[in-house]
């Protein structure tokens, strides 16, 4: 109970930038320009030197066991939620035509700019890194997987699929990597190095949420709150799924922690990445984006209660 009632209170704190990105965006402090900028800045910039800052910060002890176990239940859960996936689908009655962005959205969760925040809260600075092992993974597999649902749906399950694997090569990942080699090496990094990227990984985290709120003004409310397909979807992905998930995990011995992480990690809310992928392959991109805004506020009802199970 005490872990939810922290959960709790990070949420409200998160959404308050939320509420502070949505006043801005419509008292025209923030364009849809600038907005994109923001964006830019926050993927390539900032969000890596938060995921880097998790090891120069970290007093880790540099215990591969629990990396490689980690970084198995990332595998893992990925795998779970794509053999669902077409499940999932059918138990919701999705149509035809959005089954793979319902899939997409349920693959690919908002895992760094809302797990990484309240990952940190919960289990301290140094789990940030194990947080990063399952943003690597979700880079892999959105610009494989991601890509090929996208391109089926565009598609209409016809014609030739193309991969776009530069794209594999972001930030993102590098940051990961770089944390990979940090955390392996126990390379004494120079306390003003250390300074740098925790100043710029502060930064990420309310901005981030600032732009959620962005996204948040840009639609209407009631067009959100009127989806019911998207209440069953957010039932499913937020509370049925990470509570069998938390269950079947006590009947395996795995370390308290990592197995926090990975039930949190099924249970976060949508992520961005998909609506920009819909925007790209000129998709219903609405259907994402309601999912964002839906799931990120719910999620202030659904995290405290999966953190009971944790």
Known sequence: MTNSWIIFQKLLVLFGFILIGSICYKKKWISD????????????????????????????????????LNLLLAVLMFLVLIGISPLFVRIL????????????????????????????????RGAIFYVALYTLVYNILFYTYGIYLFEKEKSDGHGNIKFQWKKMLNPGVIACLLSLVLFASQISVPSPVV???????????????????????????????????MYQFTFLKMLVIPIIAALLIRYVSVN?????????MFGMPNGSMP??????????????????????????????IITCFV
């Not at 990984?201 to 948040?216: D, E, Y």
């Not at 609506?275 to 405290?304: E, F, K, W």
């Open 33 to 68: 320009h600038s907005g994109t900028q923001i964006s830019g800045l926050i993927v390539n910039i900032f969000n890596p030197a938060l995921i880097i800052s998790g090891v120069t910060g970290s007093k880790s002890n540099g215990d591969w066991n629990l990396v490689f």
């Open 256 to 264: 308290p922690v990592l197995a926090g992480i990975m039930v949190l």
């Open 195 to 229: 300074s740098f990227f925790d100043y710029l990984g502060n930064a990420a985290i309310p901005l981030s949420m600032i732009m959620t709120g962005v996204s948040l003004a840009k639609m209407p409310l009631k067009e959100v709150f009127r989806d019911i397909k």
């Open 275 to 304: 609506v920009m992928l819909a925007v790209d392959y000129g998709l219903d991109s609405s259907i994402c984006s309601r999912g964002i805004v839906l799931t990120t506020i719910l999620s202030l009802i659904t995290l405290p």
């Open 93 to 124: 009655g999705i149509e035809k035509k959005q089954r793979n962005i319902y899939s997409v959205m349920l693959i690919f969760s908002n895992l760094g700019f809302v797990g990484i925040p309240l990952i940190q809260e919960l289990y301290g």
